[in-house]
């Protein structure tokens, strides 16, 4: 579990990242300092490993009464591309060799 959990939680973790610069008013309702959890509304295995490492890491906690902010994702939608108007070339353009 650890290295699908470890993917699961680095994609939700980027995602949640872009979601809060995308959406002020969101983040501005999270409180300072929170420990923010994210769940996976559709996958009880990947939160049950997450609450177990909040858990543990709130035993370290340098501040013990921090509050939980938890963030329930319930899906994401498909990655797409950023790209714009790419063009098939049958040669390296003249820019690209040195």
């Given amino acids: 579990m650890s290295n699908l959990f470890e993917e699961k939680y680095d994609e939700l973790f980027t995602e949640f990242n872009r979601y809060v610069v ?6 501005k309702r999270i409180p300072q300092d ?5 769940l996976a509304k559709s ?7 997450n ?16 509050q939980i902010v938890y963030v329930q994702v319930g899906r994401l939608a498909p990655i797409k591309s950023r790209m714009r108007n790419p063009r098939l070339l049958t040669r390296a353009p003249e820019y690209a060799v040195s």
Wanted: avoid cysteine; glycine fraction near 0%; proline fraction near 3%.
């Fill in 51 to 66: 609450l177990k490492r909040v858990k543990k890491y709130l035993r370290h906690d340098d501040k013990p009464a921090r």
């Fill in 43 to 49: 996958d009880l295995e990947f939160n049950r490993e």
């Fill in 22 to 27: 995308e959406h002020a008013e969101f983040a």
């Fill in 34 to 38: 929170a420990l923010i959890v994210l």
